[in-house]
Nanobody, 124 residues
Framework: QVTLVESGGGLVQAGDSLRLSCAVS????????MAWFRQSAGKEREFVSG????????DVAESVEGRFFVSRNNAKNEMYLGIDLLKPEETAVYYC?????????????????WGQGTQVTVPS
């Protein structure tokens, strides 16, 4: 069994930066590609960014390109999401996800393992 736990969310001001973390525990060998998704109130969950197992391939949604940066440290079994210039409309629960295939898909249906999410709130 694999467990993902997100941290680093909170209340931040528009324009601020933030770094989210996702800790992987248990059968870490079951997780290859990982990704971040987010879900705002009343909206569907959307892909934010993904990363391959060795970090050599990264994908990012066009809406956040240039402001969101994904990385991972496999020695620590952690993945990160650096966020710059946060916007009020980016208030959401941010989730990390993992899959056994080394392909950071943009579809949430391709991920078998999910964290509980961390809330990021950016007041307008």
């Amino acid at each position: 069994q694999v467990t993902l736990v997100e941290s680093g969310g909170g209340l931040v001001q528009a324009g601020d930066s933030l770094r989210l973390s996702c800790a992987v525990s248990g059968r870490t060998d079951y997780v290859a590609a990982m990704a971040w998704f987010r879900q705002s109130a009343g909206k569907e969950r959307e892909f934010v960014s993904g990363i391959s197992q060795n970090g050599g391939y990264k994908d990012v949604a066009e809406s956040v390109e240039g402001r969101f940066f994904v990385s991972r440290n496999n020695a620590k079994n952690e993945m990160y999401l650096g966020i710059d210039l946060l916007k009020p409309e980016e208030t959401a629960v941010y989730y990390c996800a993992g899959r056994g295939r080394d392909d950071p898909s943009q579809s949430d249906e391709d991920y078998a393992t999910w964290g509980q999410g961390t809330q990021v709130t950016v007041p307008s």
